[in-house]
């Protein structure tokens, strides 16, 4: 199966500043990677995925960065609010249609 | 859309009792999953239906887990029986295009 690996576990940020979040995979057959987002009490939210035809893909302050040489890719958060304050899940497809998840960083942004 | 609806909210049971979770996926989609969180061990993947037929179950932790999926719009977990080990927040999701999962707000799950 698929392992998927996230550092750190738990991210402080000052608001305003850039969280960034790292994530590596084993399965190089793995060809699709999406971030969740989720905060206390709540469900996991998809926020960005990536496909592995592209390097790089970006919604407004959030981007997603694949690297499939390495087996890695990153969440990066720019403009830091305090409702980004969450708990992020990286995950990679497996299988038949699986997802395996990393898990979790806890990203606390400072006021 | 509703989004995925899952059933009950919360659930405290005793140990020894039948659970039963319910979840109904967003229409249109073809794949179901039945996750578990907890803080030790994170996410985990307990089965995964397409189609309504039961593709991988290997991470169902024992018999006393079962799953079921009559049709394309209600899917059930049972328990039986419970133990206080099973506590945790029980998660089901739904997908149409290949990886894409959309969670449901969760079953709350407290074994005393």
């Known amino acids: 199966g698929e392992n998927v690996e996230q550092h750190p576990s738990t991210l402080s940020v000052q608001e305003g500043d850039s969280a960034v979040i790292k994530c590596t995979y084993s399965d190089s057959a793995s060809n699709y990677f999406p971030w969740y987002k989720q905060e206390l009490g709540k469900r996991p939210q998809l926020i960005i995925d990536?496909?592995?035809?592209?390097g790089e893909k970006k919604d407004q302050r959030i981007a997603v960065t694949l690297n499939k040489t390495a087996k890695h890719f990153s969440l990066h958060i720019t403009e830091t609010q305090p409702e980004d304050s969450a708990v992020y899940f990286c995950a990679a497809i497996y299988g038949n249609n699986r997802l395996a998840f990393g898990k979790g960083n806890q990203v606390v942004v400072i006021p | 859309d509703a989004g995925v609806i899952q059933s009950p909210r919360h659930e405290v049971t005793e140990m020894g009792q039948e659970v039963t979770l319910r979840c109904k996926p967003i229409?249109?989609?073809?794949?179901l999953f039945w996750y578990r969180q907890t803080m030790m061990r994170g996410l985990e993947l307990l089965i995964y239906?397409?189609?309504?037929?039961?593709?991988?179950d290997s991470g169902m932790p024992e018999d006393r887990f079962s799953a079921k999926m009559p049709n394309a719009s209600f899917s059930t977990l049972k328990i039986q029986p419970s133990e206080p080990r099973d506590s945790a927040v029980y998660f089901c999701?739904?997908?149409?295009?290949?990886?894409?999962?959309?969670f449901g707000p969760g079953t709350r799950l407290t074994v005393l």
């Open positions: 999701a739904s997908s149409w295009r290949r990886g894409e999962q959309f």
């Open positions: 229409s249109g989609h073809n794949s």
């Open positions: 239906f397409n189609n309504n037929v039961p593709i991988d």
């Open positions: 990536i496909r592995s035809n592209v």
